[in-house]
């Protein structure tokens, strides 16, 4: 048995044992990834007050999102092609995700369908809507979302143009794919990997089978993905998804404070601050920096997530300390189910659990629910403690 102590344990496995195009896809940003490193950087550099002699027999971390139970403030963000990194990936992430009590967010651009996560799953999963020009296809993942009795839509709003990730070029993992005699000596040192996925019966878009007549290739199903990215999409779809979606409705990839005031006022249930993890547009601010003023311009209509570089559980901590209400993590989910599927998911989850109750207990909190600025070493003026 491995020993994993931290992300960066799942990380290096994870670099091991999936070909370099896949692992890459998911660790690398867009163009020259500052806002990638920003949101790291700006995390780490947030100071914990350490607090000391406080009770602290009674600790939790069990938290309610949107009206549910979660065991604590993390959920599994939605992912791209998860199911390249590990056979059936949608699926394990979503049993390691049920079986530790928090939601599990299905991306559009799965590999196992809807219905297949569906079908392993006993608790509802959380299904994440990329707006596509058919309308037909749009009103149609709807509908299976309902059929699949998924408890929250998510519609994405940062990825109507896509931002170039250079190193998914050179890799060649390019729409369509193209294989390189770099990447196909790659993959025969991965045979455990080859053998899992290639040899798997999932291998391409599970939520587009049956969209293009004869395709059953990554290639021209990407194709189509790329020509159907509807920009024209407004706030006015809001109202459009209400009508056909009586569900929880999040809206993903909030940024400014312009928007963060439109969202609440469009009637979404929460709202994510995100920028892609990164992987979209480069230079903006890193999420934990915009966070504090969302939240305010959120003004309490709806609930705050966050995303963004979260990476151990004193990243929760923080910014549970600015206002979100959970945060979500991609990358983190990704590296733990590419180093050893759901195990490796469900170690992630433990390794952020035991590090968001031990930082609570030494920032002298006991409860999850009841975090806030205190525990944060910030200036007077931003602190809002009382003086
Ligand atoms: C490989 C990869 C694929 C992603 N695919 C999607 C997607 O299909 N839909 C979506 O809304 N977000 C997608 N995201 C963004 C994540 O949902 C999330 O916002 C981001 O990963 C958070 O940052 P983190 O990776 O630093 O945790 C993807 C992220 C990664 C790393």
Not at 205 to 222: D, H, K, Q, Y
């Amino acid at each position: 048995m491995r020993i994993y102590t931290s992300i960066a344990d799942l990380r290096r496995r994870a670099q091991q044992r999936v070909p370099r195009a896949i692992f890459e896809y998911a660790d690398r940003g867009s163009y020259d990834e500052l806002t990638l490193r920003r949101n790291r950087a700006a995390l780490e550099a947030l100071e914990l007050r350490q607090r000391v002699m406080i009770d602290l027999t009674q600790r939790s971390t069990a938290t309610t999102v949107l009206g549910q139970p979660w065991s604590m403030p993390v959920a599994i963000a939605p992912t791209g092609l998860t199911g390249l990194f590990h056979r059936d990936g949608e699926i394990q992430g979503a049993l390691a995700a049920e079986a530790f009590g928090v939601p599990f967010a299905l991306s559009t651009m799965s590999i196992c369908s809807i219905e297949d996560v569906r079908a392993a799953v006993t608790q509802p999963f959380w299904f994440q809507l990329y707006m596509m020009k058919d309308r037909g296809f749009n009103e149609e993942m709807v509908a299976r979302a309902r059929a699949a009795q998924c408890s929250a839509l998510i519609l994405t709003v940062d990825l109507v143009v896509q931002g170039l990730r250079r190193r998914d070029v050179h890799n060649g993992l390019t729409i369509p794919p193209r294989f390189t005699l770099a990447n196909l000596l790659d993959i025969m040192t991965r045979p455990r990997w080859a053998l899992g996925v290639l040899c798997g019966k999932r291998r391409s878009f599970g939520n587009l089978a049956g969209r293009i007549e004869a395709s059953s290739g990554l290639g021209t199903l990407s194709q189509w993905i790329a020509s159907q990215s509807d920009a024209s999409i407004t706030w006015k779809e809001i109202d459009w998804l209400r009508a056909r979606w009586p569900g929880k409705l999040i809206v993903k990839g909030i940024l400014d404070v312009e928007d963060a005031k439109l969202a609440a006022a469009a009637g979404v249930d929460a709202m994510i601050v995100s920028n892609h993890g990164g992987r979209q547009l480069d230079g903006a601010p890193a999420t934990i920096s915009v966070l504090p003023e969302v939240v305010e311009a959120a003004a309490g209509r709806c609930e705050v997530l966050f995303d963004g570089g979260v990476q151990c559980g004193q990243d929760v901590l923080k910014a549970l300390a600015l206002g979100a209400r959970a945060c979500l993590v991609g990358k983190s989910f990704l590296y733990g189910l590419a180093a050893d599927g759901r195990r490796g998911v469900t170690r992630m989850l433990e390794i952020l659990r035991a590090e968001l109750e031990v930082s609570m207990a030494l920032t002298g909190c006991t409860d999850v629910r009841h975090i806030d600025r205190r525990v944060l070493r910030l200036p007077s003026h931003l602190s809002g403690s009382p003086s």
